[in-house]
T-cell receptor
Framework: AQTVTQSQPEMSVQEAETVTLSCTYD???????LFWYKQPPSRQMILVIR??????QNATENRFSVNFQKAAKSFSLKISDSQLGDTAMYFC?????????????FGQGTRLTINP | EADIYQTPRYLVIGTGKKITLECSQT?????MYWYQQDPGMELHLIHY???????EKGDLSSESTVSRIRTEHFPLTLESARPSHTSQYLC????????????FGPGTRLTVL
């Protein structure tokens, strides 16, 4: 089975705090990529960060970093110095090969609210 | 500027109507996808295309159909809309180069009464 589980439906933190969103996944594939996408209210889904599964080093992108534990199939997202603009739904996903293309398998999402 | 366009953004329609959701892109990408997203839920792949004249079904069974006559255009059609089709439909593109990110359009929120 190809599944992604995000166990935190909602989270809320104060501005400038650090927050970690959890994600676990299950796949039998050896070669895959992991993603965190952000979907602000009524706005377009955009990429936050990407991790190649064959790389041990955790990806970082400014205030966003991941903790990738391949053996545990865990892929958490840490947001440092959170800002009001970080308020959004966050989706964890992995990408696998399908016939002629690549598909994303998404988790249920975590609704993150940053409070002033 | 490279982008993905979806029209309409919002659509409220009665049961039994035929509708077409438009998706067009200036990204120059070969691969295009339709995902369905129920409110507060994950996205599920319903259709995809890896090039002109190719269309494939995704994981989630859907009564919709798609076509890919031009690289830039990937419309989704419902012949007879029902309340169960109420959802958000997101179009995405992908360059197909390794496992680069998929880029998403703004979505169409469909309500069938």
């Amino acid at each position: 089975a190809q599944t992604v589980t995000q166990s935190q439906p909602e989270m809320s933190v104060q501005e400038a705090e650090t927050v970690t969103l959890s994600c676990t996944y299950d796949t039998s594939e050896n070669n895959y990529y992991l993603f965190w996408y952000k979907q602000p209210p009524s706005r377009q889904m955009i990429l936050v960060i990407r991790q190649e599964a064959y790389k041990q080093q955790n990806a970082t992108e400014n205030r966003f970093s991941v903790n990738f534990q391949k053996a545990a199939k865990s892929f958490s997202l840490k947001i440092s110095d959170s800002q009001l603009g970080d308020t959004a739904m966050y989706f964890c996903a992995f990408m696998i090969q399908i016939q002629g293309a690549q598909k994303l398998v998404f988790g249920q999402g975590t609704r993150l609210t940053i409070n002033p | 500027e490279a982008d993905i366009y979806q029209t309409p953004r919002y659509l409220v329609i009665g049961t039994g109507k035929k509708i077409t959701l438009e998706c067009s892109q200036t990204m120059g990408h070969d691969k295009m996808y339709w995902y369905q997203q129920d409110p507060g839920m994950e996205l599920h792949l319903i259709h995809y295309s890896y090039g002109v004249n190719s269309t494939e079904k995704g994981d989630l069974s859907s009564e919709s159909t798609v076509s890919r006559i031009r690289t830039e255009h990937f419309p989704l059609t419902l012949e007879s809309a029902r309340p169960s089709h109420t959802s958000q439909y997101l179009c995405a593109t992908h360059s197909g180069t390794d496992y680069n990110e998929q880029f998403f359009g703004p979505g169409t929120r469909l309500t069938v009464l």
